[in-house]
């Protein structure tokens, strides 16, 4: 097939269209003055539009695809063209929640989405040293916009997609009576209490506060253990290497541990708001089905996945938006 690229150079070098270029390429020498000027020059220019469409659509790749998929501007029919990658680190309370969203957004776009969790303050000392990720969602929107500062993430891509809570959580056995709140954990049975570390875990720091705010904090400090991230912490509670924990609602209402045990919200005023956050990183592989990852999350059918896991998405009701 001809390229749409015929025609005369203009004074700068460039190239200009000429319908009689166009015709010569199409047609034989003969027929060209009358493709140009006679019955032909209707069905010259709707094939020169045609081939221009074709070449747009084909520069438009399977990313534009999946970004116009997912914000609802065309129906998923049939399998989608593969995206490439979008590799996400992600806080450890969110593990459940990403996976489905993961899964969504894999099915809606073709694209595919690589998961690695830890703790939010690890992962942002991994970005400061060159960790290839494209998104960072953490526990603490603090990390991504302190990255954002350094020149890290990418300016104007950071939000807060969730709002976390902390619970009291205890195996199915324990005759521990959560109802009491926090203050349960005088109970001299209580002999491990499990927390994430407050040094780089933001669930661990909500922890920290609600037993300060709360006055056991010196009566329990002797008896916490910490796990490297919030998940870690929920192990070792799940496990009975801890009699109970101060876990991630998130992770309380999970399939891992919704059948294992029972909890009780600590109230919210004993902490700050958890606010969690997301960012589009500089160093990003795969900048564009990043970018698509990101738009699906601020999408009404996250939100539903975000609040099924006990987060609050800013925003919501404001918007109007329902759960379904």
């Known amino acids: 097939m001809f390229q749409p690229t015929l025609?005369?150079?203009?004074?700068?070098g460039g190239t200009g269209f000429s319908l009689c270029a166009f015709c010569q390429a199409a047609y034989n020498?003969?027929?060209?003055?009358?493709?140009?000027?006679?019955?032909?020059?209707?069905t010259t220019l709707i094939a020169f539009a045609f081939t221009l469409l074709v070449a747009r659509v084909a520069q438009a790749g399977p990313v534009a695809a999946a970004q116009n998929s997912l914000r609802g501007d065309a129906a998923v029919t049939g399998p989608q063209r593969p995206c490439g990658v979008v590799t996400i680190a992600t806080a450890a309370d969110l593990i459940y929640a990403m996976n489905e969203l993961i899964a969504q957004f894999e099915k809606a776009s073709g694209c595919k989405g690589r998961l690695s969790t830890g703790s939010s303050g690890n992962f942002s000392s991994q970005i400061e040293n060159g960790a290839p990720f494209d998104l960072f969602f953490s526990a603490d929107v603090d990390y991504p916009r302190k990255l954002e500062a350094e020149g890290l993430a990418v300016p104007g891509t950071v939000f807060v997609y969730g709002i976390g809570k902390i619970v009291l959580w205890v195996r199915n056995e324990s005759r521990l009576d959560v109802s009491k709140g926090v203050t349960a954990l005088r109970d001299p049975s209580v002999r491990k209490i499990a927390i994430a570390n407050p040094?780089?875990?933001p669930y661990g720091r909500a922890a920290e506060e609600a037993l300060r705010k709360s006055g056991v904090y010196d009566a329990v400090k002797d008896r916490l253990v910490l796990g490297e991230n919030i998940s870690q912490a929920a192990?070792?509670?799940?496990?009975?290497?801890a009699d109970a924990g101060i876990l991630a609602l998130s992770l309380a209402v999970s399939p891992g541990l919704k059948e294992q045990g029972r909890y009780s919200k600590i109230p919210e005023n004993l902490y700050a708001p958890i606010e969690q956050g997301a960012a589009l990183l500089r160093a990003s592989p795969n900048p564009q089905a990043a970018r698509a990852f990101l738009e699906f999350v601020k999408t009404p059918d996250a939100a539903a996945v975000l609040e099924r896991y006990?987060?609050?998405?800013?925003?919501?009701?404001?918007?109007?938006?329902?759960?379904p």
């Open 235 to 241: 192990q070792f509670v799940e496990s009975g290497n």
């Open 310 to 323: 006990g987060f609050t998405v800013p925003g919501l009701k404001e918007k109007g938006e329902k759960k």
């Open 29 to 42: 020498h003969s027929q060209a003055k009358a493709c140009a000027t006679g019955p032909l020059l209707a």
């Open 199 to 201: 040094q780089h875990a």
């Open 7 to 12: 025609g005369r150079q203009n004074g700068n």
